[in-house]
Each structure stands twice: as structure tokens, then as C-alpha cells.
């Protein structure tokens, strides 16, 4: 593809991302058959790949939801001629621009978390190279890694633990544990020894680490840590990261470990007998002998000193599924809670044990969603923007929690809800009946629950309680998967049975077999999907599902053809 002769609006991008995909295949297959020479050559075939370049470009500039951010540059948007002027002079060239320092509201605490903004120009090459690393990777990670790497999530992490969890008769002992500051404290040196990389990226990648920190216009110089906010940030945490679960896995078979009846077991027994699962830095170390976990605990202490890590103590403890240990019993982990619970002697299972494995939503987790949907209608009058803010809220924590045993926790959060909407309402009309506030607010909807919301010209909207959220079982990723090993149905099936998507975009993924109704290219989990109106609603055309189809993210932008006004940049400079 020549970039010298084609605009932005006439790339043809089936074919570009056709190219790149038959590449990445390429670069995974080496690396799994550990051929450096090949693996290699095609690296360095698609870095230096127009269609990888354009595509690169597009991610940052269209799909990238930090898009609007801007860096040391000062440069955030930009024009279809921009981008393709970027893609014309992204290349991988050792050079790197110190990022931007901002800081954002850490979930749950008082603490800021600090992201490193780079420049746009950094975020396309950074694209580019994640093109080339992400398959070589994805082909050595480790089964039971599922963070910030595609195709995999929080739901696969969850039902991970619960595989591990079931058939056996007695409980387990666990290490949950936190990594202290990850992204901030990795060793440059010992990231760059463990990449092994060609000496190309090998030299980037440097740059990127070193660049330094530009924060209210002091320079800072960067002396270890991969910035968060950087687009190739995660995948590098997630290589500092790998070798955890084999490191543990190699010394469990050293340990002396005896079965119920005082039998030693062999080195693949052993092995079997350790679960660790992690997801980003946060991980959990399962085994029934609880000298064997605080063992590991310490273990895992020394492999992570070679990376210039630390756990976190206050997020660290040891817990039991089944019996309190240490004043608490059963375990949280992102954001969900995992126990075994007594169903009783005579109610044993087929493998002898009268434990069931329970995952539900975490105290800590029910605890902070009640708070926000108090806070949105503590500061709400109109009744329309309060099903507005409500509505999103509730289905976004419904989906987290829709494949675990979450029916309960949804009846006390609609009761809870509806005992605050009542009170807003009173609250409201203090002097108003409550027979006219049942009037105005309340309908009976779903088979007989009263919904709260009001009556408009195209029928009643209402909020959407809890308790109206399927739930539903999901099925873990096997281990050995990932979406560069070729195996299409495999990946469409995934994203249109697991993927957690509901609604009119869950309903219009299916129809269209996970593929995009523009380009006709399958969706992938990262990409951004939009509801598009065949005709649009200029011209008559209605919100209803049949005038609805769902498009890539760029494709809807590149159809609309609506650019906003941008920043002016500078990209010859």
C-alpha cells in the first residue's frame, strides 16, 4: 500500500488489517516453535509495513478512548490528512518524548493514580511496535495469566479460581496478594534482559523507559517503571510479570508434600496440587497445606526482587475457603468473594465433599455501588436525568457480576433502590399523597414489579432495577488459546456467547456472527463498537432495533465523515 498515492478516507482497510493479520499469525507460530530468525524477520517485516502503520495510526487517533488527551505536544485530535502525514513518518527509530504526568481519582480511596501521558507521535509507534510484541508473547504467557492481554478477562480469572476450587473433599488455604506500585518500580534492565528482543525494538523500547516525566513543567528522568497511559505499558508490565506461575510451579516439585494417607506425591502431583492465578498484578496462590502457601508466600518475594518488585502487605493475607482462618474465611478477588460454603453430609458431591464453591459479589464491592447510586440521586431533581445516570450504572455492574451467583445481592439492591426512589420522590412532593406519587412515578412492569420512571410519547422509561439482569454461567478460555493463533470460529463464538455484552449491541453481535457490517472484519474484544442507524434518523429513520447495526468505532467515523475541530499540530517538526 503507497502512502505517497492514497488519502485517508480511500485506505482500503479490510485489506490493510488482512496484511497485518497474516503477519502477527506469522510472528506467533515463531515464537512457538522458538525460531528467533523467523520470528524476527517477520517482526521486522511489519514494523516497517504501511498497513501496520495506518493501522497503528488509527488505533490512537480514532479507537483510543484517551484520544482527546494530549501529551507534551499539546496535540489531541487529529485531522484525516494528519493522520495519514503521522502514518507516513511513524517508524521505529529509537527516539522517544519525555510524557506528560496527570493524575486521576483512584477507585475506592483518596489516593490519585499518576498516568503518563506520551505525544501522539509516541502513541502511534507505540501502536506499532505492540503490533509485533503482542503475538510473540501471547505465544509464551503463561495459561493462568489473564490481565491486560486480548481475548481474556476478569470472568476468566474468576472461573479459573473456581476450576480450581471444585472437586476437591477439602478446602484450600490462599495467598491473595498485591503487587506494591507495579507499573512504577519494574527494573528497566532486568525488563529489556527478559524481552530478548532484536536490537531495534530493543533500543525503542529503552527510549520509551527512560524518556522522563514532564510534570507542571519540571522535568523528571525516569529511572525504572513502565508510565501508566502509555499504550504498550501493560503488555510490558505483563512480561516483567511472566514466569511467576512456571517459577512456582518448578519449586513445589522440591517440596515434600504427603497425601491423606501420608504417601508422598510425585513432581507432576505436586504441581497439580499448587493453583496460582493472576490477573495484572493482582494474583492468588491456592494449595491445602498451609506451610506450602506461606512458603510460596515467601518464595514469590525472592522472584520478585529480581524484578525490582514487592508485595504489598496490606494487601497481602492468608485466608482458608472453608474454616475461618485468622478471623476471616473465604477470600475476595477482583472484586468478587470466593468460599466454600457446607451443604450438609448427607448432600456430598461426586467427588466426596460436602463443600460447595460460592462466588459472589464482594461486601466491599455491593457496598461501593450502593454509594454511587445513592450519590446520583442524593444530587438528582429531574426524574428523566436520573434514570439516565441510574440506568448505565446498574447494567455495567450487573454485566461484571452476571456469570456468578449473584441473585440474591440483586433482590436486596432492587429493594434497597426502590425504598431511596421512593424517598426521592417524596422528597420531591412533600406535599403530594402518596397515592399521587404512586400515580406519577410507579407502574407495574415485568410481571408485576413496579418499575420506577415516567410516561412519555413513545410509552413508559423506567429504571432498570437489578433483579431484570440474567445471570448466566460462563466458560473459561482454554489455556493454550489466543487470537493470533488463526483459529477464527473459535474467537467469534467466544465474543458472541462470553463476551458479557447485553442488550440491542449483544442482540445485533449475534445476528452479524461478530462481524462488522461495514467492513465485514470480525470485531475483536479490544475493538470500540457502535450502534449505527442504516437510515438515519435525519432522514426518518427510527431508534428501533431493525435500523440498527453494529460497526467498528473507525468505520462509524470514517461513514459519518464528521470531524471536529482540533488543536493544530505540528507533525513536521
Known amino acids: 500500500m503507497d502512502l505517497k498515492r492514497i488519502t485517508w478516507q480511500a485506505v482500503k482497510w479490510r485489506r490493510a488489517q488482512r496484511t497485518v493479520t497474516k503477519l502477527q499469525q506469522k510472528i506467533f507460530q515463531a515464537a512457538k516453535e522458538n525460531n528467533l530468525l523467523k520470528l524476527h524477520k517477520y517482526q521486522e517485516k511489519l514494523l516497517e509495513s504501511d498497513s501496520a502503520k495506518l493501522l497503528a495510526v488509527r488505533k490512537v487517533t480514532q479507537d483510543n478512548r484517551g484520544k482527546r488527551t494530549a501529551g507534551i505536544d499539546g496535540v489531541s485530535l487529529l485531522k484525516p490528512e494528519e493522520r495519514l502525514k503521522m502514518a507516513k513518518v511513524t517508524k521505529i527509530d529509537g527516539k522517544a518524548s519525555p510524557i506528560r504526568r496527570v493524575y486521576i481519582p483512584k477507585p475506592g480511596t483518596d489516593e490519585k493514580r499518576p498516568l ?3 505525544t501522539v507521535r509516541d502513541r502511534a509507534k507505540q501502536a506499532l511496535a505492540k503490533l509485533a510484541l503482542e503475538p510473540e508473547w501471547e505465544a509464551k504467557f503463561e495459561p493462568n495469566s489473564y490481565g491486560f492481554r486480548p481475548g481474556r478477562s476478569t470472568r476468566d480469572a474468576i472461573e479459573a479460581i473456581h476450576h480450581s476450587l471444585r472437586g476437591i473433599k477439602t478446602g484450600k488455604y490462599v495467598l491473595g496478594a498485591d503487587i506494591s506500585k507495579c507499573f512504577d518500580k519494574i527494573d528497566h534492565d532486568k525488563l529489556i534482559e527478559k524481552m530478548n528482543t532484536h536490537k531495534l525494538l530493543e533500543r525503542q523500547v529503552k527510549s520509551w523507559l527512560r524518556a522522563g516525566v514532564m510534570d507542571n ?9 513502565t508510565p501508566q497511559g502509555g499504550v504498550i ?24 508434600i504427603l497425601n491423606s494417607k501420608g504417601v508422598k506425591l510425585s513432581p507432576t502431583s505436586k504441581m497439580a496440587s499448587l493453583g496460582i492465578i493472576r490477573y495484572a498484578d493482582d494474583f492468588v496462590i491456592m494449595h491445602k497445606d498451609l506451610e506450602i502457601v506461606s512458603r510460596a508466600k515467601t518464595e514469590i518475594e525472592k522472584w520478585l526482587i529480581t524484578m525490582g518488585l514487592e508485595l504489598k502487605e496490606s494487601k497481602t493475607s492468608i485466608t482458608h475457603t472453608d474454616s475461618v482462618h485468622l478471623g476471616k474465611v473465604g477470600f475476595d478477588f477482583l472484586g468478587f468473594n470466593i468460599r466454600r460454603y457446607s451443604v450438609g453430609v448427607n448432600s456430598r458431591n461426586k467427588f466426596g465433599s460436602s463443600f460447595k464453591t460460592i462466588i459472589k459479589p464482594s461486601k466491599e464491592g455491593i457496598k461501593s455501588h450502593y454509594s454511587d447510586l445513592v450519590r446520583v440521586i442524593g444530587n438528582t431533581n429531574k426524574v428523566t436525568v436520573l434514570i439516565t445516570q441510574l440506568n448505565p450504572i446498574i447494567r455495567g455492574w450487573c454485566n461484571y457480576f452476571s456469570t456468578v451467583s449473584s441473585k440474591e445481592t440483586y433482590s436486596k439492591l432492587r429493594n434497597l433502590l426502590f425504598y431511596r426512589l421512593w424517598r426521592w420522590a417524596r422528597r420531591n412532593h412533600p406535599t403530594r399523597s402518596a397515592e399521587w406519587i404512586y400515580n406519577k412515578y410507579f407502574q407495574r412492569q415485568h410481571g408485576g414489579q413496579l418499575s420506577f420512571g415516567r410516561k412519555t410519547d413513545q410509552g413508559w422509561v423506567g429504571v432498570k432495577y437489578h433483579n431484570q439482569y440474567s445471570i448466566a454461567r460462563h466458560v473459561k478460555i482454554k489455556g493454550s488459546k489466543s487470537p493470533y493463533d488463526g483459529d477464527h470460529p473459535y474467537w467469534i463464538l467466544r465474543l458472541t456467547r462470553y463476551s458479557g455484552l447485553t442488550g440491542k449491541v449483544g442482540i445485533l453481535l449475534k445476528r452479524q456472527k461478530g462481524k462488522c457490517s461495514i467492513c465485514s472484519l470480525p470485531f475483536w474484544q479490544t475493538d470500540v463498537m457502535e450502534m449505527d442507524h442504516k437510515i438515519p434518523k435525519s432522514k426518518g429513520g427510527k431508534d428501533g432495533i431493525q435500523n440498527l447495526r453494529l460497526v467498528h468505532g473507525h468505520c462509524h467515523d470514517q461513514r459519518n465523515v464528521i470531524e471536529k475541530p482540533v488543536m493544530s499540530s505540528s507533525l513536521e517538526s
Open 217 to 225: 513543567g519540571a522535568y523528571t528522568p525516569s529511572t525504572s517503571g
Open 233 to 256: 505499558s501493560p503488555l510490558l508490565s505483563n512480561i516483567a510479570l511472566h514466569g511467576m506461575e512456571t517459577h512456582l510451579k518448578k519449586w513445589v516439585k522440591t517440596q515434600t
Open 116 to 118: 503518563g501521558i506520551p
